[in-house]
């Protein structure tokens, strides 16, 4: 038995869609994950990089707000995370048994005003899911952990509505064009490792980026039920990274990327 996710975290996150967890990382373990980032970013940005396989979405790396996918095979600090004990309390306990990956990235932003996001959105494939409407289902499970100081507002920090992964209704389109908050939005403040867990039909986004100074640097993970395959990563690892994997890494993996292709459900 473990004591986390506790019945209030259970509670709050069912009723609000997100769950907040502050000084959730170790100071030394938030450190090096910033550390990994600017490596791979550096790396990625060096002439003559090229990948074995493309990615399931594209790296933008030609401005000064940065992102970068599928970085599992990248440095064994990110490897670490995906299997990460105190997290997969959370993972087990608010979502499933036996999660698999989805997804994988970073953002490094230091401008203010630059194209930093999607804007207002909800996570999954077919447009969200709409198609599973009228309530969107609990499809996955997103980790996201703070690794620059994003206490204060308006450097980025994540938005959310809580409870809009109830809601029937998309919230008003003006409402979404609008460059201020609108009414409900929260911008979600934390320091250096703090985590934030969300609900796939959460609407979110990036928010404003107009703090002098400001800087958001922010780790993803994307965990899915085994019996899905909503994203590409999973078969985007070259052959000699699927098998380098130990047994507890494998089991994130459906069997058939594996050579010889591993039979299990889940």
């Keep these: 038995m473990t004591t986390h996710p506790t019945v209030a975290e259970r509670f709050f996150f ?19 994950l910033y550390g990994a980032v600017e490596r791979v970013i550096a790396r990625r940005e ?34 670490e995370m995906l299997d990460y004990s105190p997290m997969l309390d959370y993972v ?12 994988t990235d970073a953002f490094y932003e230091v401008e203010r005003g630059d194209y930093h996001g999607r804007g207002w959105h909800i996570d999954g494939i077919q447009d969200g899911f709409r198609n599973l409407k009228p309530h969107i289902p609990f499809l996955q499970f997103k980790v ?18 809580p409870g809009s992964h109830k809601s029937y209704l998309d919230p008003d389109a003006e409402n979404l064009k609008n460059p201020e908050l609108f009414p409900g939005a929260l911008q979600v403040c934390g320091g ?57 890494q494998r089991r994130f993996f459906h069997g ?11």
């Design 14 to 32: 069912d009723t609000n869609g997100y769950l907040v967890l502050e000084d959730f990382l170790p100071a030394d373990r938030t450190a090096a």
């Design 46 to 79: 060096a002439p003559g990089f090229a990948r074995e396989h493309e990615p399931a979405f594209a790296d933008r790396l030609d401005v000064p707000n940065k992102r970068v996918m599928h970085l599992l095979a990248e440095d064994s600090l990110f490897l």
């Design 92 to 103: 087990h306990g608010l979502f499933n048994e036996m999660p698999h990956l989805h997804s």
């Design 144 to 161: 996201g952990y703070y690794l620059s100081d994003m206490s204060e507002p308006d450097q980025g920090n994540l938005t959310l509505v």
């Design 192 to 248: 250096p490792g703090t985590a934030v867990l969300f609900h796939n039909a959460m609407w979110h986004t990036p928010g404003p980026f107009t703090r002098a100074g400001g800087k958001r640097v922010m780790l993803y993970y994307g965990y899915e039920h085994p019996w899905m395959l909503a994203c590409a990563e999973q078969w985007r690892y070259n052959r000699d990274f699927l098998q380098s994997l130990n047994e507890n």
């Design 256 to 266: 058939f990327v594996f050579d010889p292709p591993e039979y299990r459900w889940g």
